[in-house]
């Protein structure tokens, strides 16, 4: 193993950082059937075998548990981003072969997302990062602040509140819809003998829309009351809409559109 990769794969290994071969040229693992960043390891001879399979496999360094690294894609529009922030502070940094940077931080007690901005990915324990002196389309990665000589930072407070995952607040719970009174049924199912039916070809879905809308916005019907009365009327439509179709046709009916009172004085009638 007397290549520059195997030697400074195994120099990770030294000093503490797992890694496992990648494809030559490439970020995918090398070993097939592998499991990926689970097969990064310290050990030496492993590291060798591989390396000496693959002398012109890229580096795989695995993120530790203690770290969270900040990746800078360039073509992402990560460096908007970047430019957008107060200075970075002093830690390891590695610039990628597509130009873009790779800060390696202390990882923080919170819970993090994996965005801390638009082209800005956050890394932590179970990911990896392609590590010098890996080469992909002819270009370099290279430590532009060593990660073997430079203590690693704390996330300074900006940052830390840009990678912090907000605690989900619970969801309301929904409450149940209170039983339409028998007076306004009443009225509603009146309303429902004056309509014609919906017909199939004749913008019947449109008109089933509207009759659910007057239904559950202009009486205020509860949705069962309003499906009930609506399984009557439904009788005479050419053909019949199924339990689910009805039901459907109410739900959008409460969610969709606008609802103008008076502009359904003038709905269609029933033929004397």
């Not at 107060?86 to 390696?104: F, K, L, N, R």
């Not at 004056?194 to 509860?222: H, M, N, S, Y």
Request: aromatic residues 10%.
């Amino acid at each position: 193993m007397t290549t520059m990769l195997g030697l400074s794969a195994m120099a990770y290994a030294r000093a503490g950082f797992a890694v496992f071969p990648l494809a030559p040229n490439g970020k995918q693992p090398a070993i097939a059937r592998g499991r990926g960043v689970y097969d990064a390891t310290c050990d030496e001879k492993q590291i060798a075998a591989w390396w000496l399979r693959w002398p012109g496999a890229n580096i795989g360094l695995a993120v530790k548990p203690e770290w969270l690294v900040i990746d800078v894609d360039v073509r992402s529009g990560g460096f908007e981003t970047l430019f957008s922030w107060p200075s970075i502070p002093v830690t390891p940094t590695q610039q990628t072969a597509t130009g873009g940077v790779h800060y390696v931080f202390q990882r923080p007690s919170c819970d993090v997302r994996g965005k801390a901005g638009k082209g800005v990915d956050v890394l932590q324990v179970g990911r990896y990062i392609v590590a010098a002196p890996s080469v992909i389309g002819g270009k370099r990665y290279e430590w532009t602040i060593k990660l073997s000589a430079t203590p690693i930072a704390k996330l300074p407070p900006w940052l830390h509140a840009n990678v912090m995952r907000k605690e989900r607040q619970p969801r309301a719970e929904k409450k149940p819809q209170e039983k339409s009174a028998p007076d306004i049924i009443e009225r509603a199912r009146k309303y429902l003998a004056t309509c014609e039916p919906a017909i199939t070809g004749q913008r019947g879905g449109t008109w089933t829309f509207v009759v659910a809308q007057k239904l559950v916005r202009g009486f205020a019907l509860d949705d069962e009351s309003a499906f009930l009365l609506m399984k009557e009327w439904n009788r005479t439509c050419q053909p019949p809409w199924d339990d689910y179709g009805l039901r459907r046709k109410i739900r959008q009916a409460r969610t969709t559109g606008s609802f103008d009172v008076g502009g359904l004085r003038d709905a269609p009638r029933r033929s004397a």
